[in-house]
């Protein structure tokens, strides 16, 4: 079965992940994870990075949730499960859903171009009457008065990585997204400078126009160019679904315009690798590098040979850890006062600092087969 053809998923039983990828319940499966959570006062409608720029900030770190003391229903809503980023954000629910005793159920639109398709399955979720709904929006606006419909029928709403405006979510899980671009583009100067260039000309593949955590790379990348102490010239931006066939169409098309005269290539999670590969088609890889704005083991494999220069990592697995064990702790009304937003700390890989750099996705796409469902079983 195609991941891109797949609508609303229950598969438990079909697959199985890996004994040694879920751990005995009670036990800690994970080190705390290193956050900023944000508290008001917050800016109305805005952004985890508005939250950021005007919240009440309290670095710190997130440890692993008690196991429920019942089997809460949660259900899921991604936009798709075609790169190795979902499958990260959909094995750390599981192992943690087994981990916590909780039963989850995760929905999966067709792409960032499907807000239709998501927001039926937001109607479905709705209607089955879930304890909760953690929902990844593909679009910053227009999943927003689906969650305030949730919100209505009293199921609270998490958001996990995917940003939104809404202010009827119950807690957001994410990173900056601004910073995703910041952490990128600081890359590029630094390693521009050491070159001695003196000028730098930069194509972004972002991924798809109108999604949150898009807009946030692309206005981060902005910025920090904007302030470089020599020129930087983003000679274009492409959009599109970070299908890897649609990213491998749209780097080729980036080469063909400006591949004479390009320095650097960033892109998306499914964006990245595609564009390594098609600059190695064409054989422009010596004097173009590739930047990812995020990491999968995809993309720290080709790191490591070189394929691509660098990567920020908004470490995925982690998030979706965070974002099960925060719904769960609202659940059972162990949370106290909830922050607004939890922002997972940032990294950034390079071949130089692979050695003793901890990747949270120890997983490869290769290693396990995606679990959509989990029910936890009955207790004798």
């Known amino acids: 079965m195609a991941f891109n053809t797949l609508k609303t998923i229950a598969l438990f039983g079909l697959f199985a992940l890996p004994t040694a990828a879920l751990t005995s319940p009670g036990k800690e499966a994970y080190d705390p994870i290193g956050t900023y959570s944000i508290f008001a006062p917050l800016k109305p409608n805005g952004t985890a990075d508005d939250a950021l720029a005007t919240g009440n900030v309290k670095p710190g770190y997130f440890h692993p949730a008690e196991r429920a003391r019942k089997p809460w229903r949660i259900a899921f809503l991604f936009p798709h499960i075609k790169d190795p980023y979902w499958v990260g954000c959909n094995y750390g629910v599981i192992a943690e ?59 609270p709403v998490f958001e996990l990585a995917n940003d939104s405006t809404s202010d009827d979510l119950a807690v957001k899980v994410t990173t900056s997204l601004k910073g995703m ?72 098309q980036m080469l063909q315009e400006h591949g004479k005269t390009l320095d650097y290539i960033i892109g998306c999670t499914g964006c990245a690798p595609p564009a390594s590969v098609e600059l190695k088609n ?22 490591q040979r070189g394929d691509i220069a660098a990567s920020v990592d908004t470490k995925a697995v982690s998030q979706a850890r965070v974002v099960m064990g925060t719904a769960v702790n609202y659940l059972e009304s162990r949370a106290g006062k909830s922050p607004h937003t939890i922002l997972i700390k940032l990294g950034l890989v390079t071949q130089g600092n692979m050695s003793n750099y901890k990747y949270d996705a120890t997983i490869a796409p290769n290693d396990f087969v995606p679990v959509f469902s989990y029910v936890p079983a009955k207790e004798k």
């Open 181 to 252: 671009g910041y952490e990128a583009a600081r890359w590029v100067l630094l390693d521009a400078a050491q070159q001695g260039l003196k000028s730098v000309n930069v194509g972004l593949l972002p991924g798809p126009k109108g999604a949150g955590w898009v807009n946030g790379e692309v206005d981060g990348t902005r910025e920090v160019f904007s302030k470089a102490p020599y020129a930087v010239n983003i000679v274009d931006v492409k959009y599109g679904d970070s299908d890897r066939q649609v990213q491998g169409q749209l780097a080729k």
């Open 97 to 155: 859903a087994r981990r916590l005793g909780v039963e989850v159920k995760i929905f999966v639109a067709n792409g960032y171009d499907d807000i239709k398709g998501q927001l039926g399955q937001m109607s479905e979720a709705i209607a089955e009457k879930y304890d909760a709904i953690v929902v990844s929006p593909i679009h910053l606006t227009a999943n927003n008065a689906s969650i305030a419909l949730a919100k209505s029928k009293g199921i």
């Open 282 to 303: 064409a054989g422009q890889q010596r004097h173009i590098k590739v930047v990812a704005y995020d990491l999968t083991r995809d993309i720290m494999d080709l790191i």
